[in-house]
Structure formats: structure tokens, C-alpha cells
């Protein structure tokens, strides 16, 4: 019962920031916004989150968490492969139309990670 408050509190939480990353950009966003956001005192947010950027990737990795399920779900249905390769588009857009703080922060990443990416087999010609 205590784990379940405690989530239903970073939900909240995380809800407000959200919102005003959007509004205001992260860097806009202050802990003292988010706690006016969210209603609850900047001890009770320190409580569950030691940093702004804990709260991001709290809610990075739940958008991520949430389209990684959506896409296990699709790859193991019994359907054809083009059914599947509609449903995999369809869930990709409803994580950067649901999850718009999560889809950006891992557009804004993904490029500098993609840089130190080794390729493991040499490019051929025709």
C-alpha cells in the first residue's frame, strides 16, 4: 500500500513537470515551479526525486517503458507483417504525440550517441 501512495506522488509529480517542460522548456523549469505545479512542498518533492533531472528521466524512462510494451505486444501478435509493421508506426506516433517529453529527450540524445557507434562490418560497393 505505501509503494502504491508513493507512485501515485512521483505520478503527480512527474505529471506537473511534464506540463511545464513543455510550457516553459526544461531549463525554464524550476523545482520551485514544479512544486507550485504539483501542490506539493519542496520537501515532499525532494522526498521522491533528488534532482530536476531525476524527474526527467523518470519520465523518459516511463514513455520509453510505455512504447517498449506497446512494441513487444505488437511484435508477438499473430499478423501479418505488414499489419505489424502499421501497428509499430502507429505506436511510434502516439509516443511522440503522448509522451512528447520523453520522444525529445531521446531525439536530443540519440544523435550524439549514434557518433560513437562502430560499424562492424566495412561498407561494399557494387
Do not use: W
Not at 525532494?46 to 517503458?65: C, M, P, Q, S, W
Amino acid at each position: 500500500m505505501k509503494e502504491h501512495i508513493a507512485a501515485v506522488h512521483k505520478q503527480t509529480i512527474a505529471q506537473a513537470a511534464e506540463r511545464l517542460f513543455l510550457e516553459r522548456g526544461f531549463d525554464g523549469t524550476s523545482i520551485s515551479d514544479i512544486c507550485a505545479a504539483s501542490g506539493y512542498s519542496r520537501r515532499t518533492v525532494y522526498r521522491y526525486f533528488d534532482t530536476k533531472e531525476e524527474i526527467l528521466y523518470y519520465i523518459v524512462a516511463n514513455g520509453l517503458e510505455q512504447l517498449r510494451d506497446r512494441l513487444t505486444d505488437i511484435v508477438q501478435a499473430e499478423q501479418p507483417f505488414l499489419a505489424k509493421y502499421e501497428h509499430i508506426c502507429k505506436a511510434m506516433r502516439a509516443y511522440y504525440e503522448h509522451c512528447p517529453v520523453s520522444a525529445r529527450a531521446v531525439h536530443q540524445f540519440q544523435p550524439k550517441a549514434l557518433e560513437t557507434v562502430t560499424p562492424t562490418m566495412e561498407p561494399f560497393s557494387l
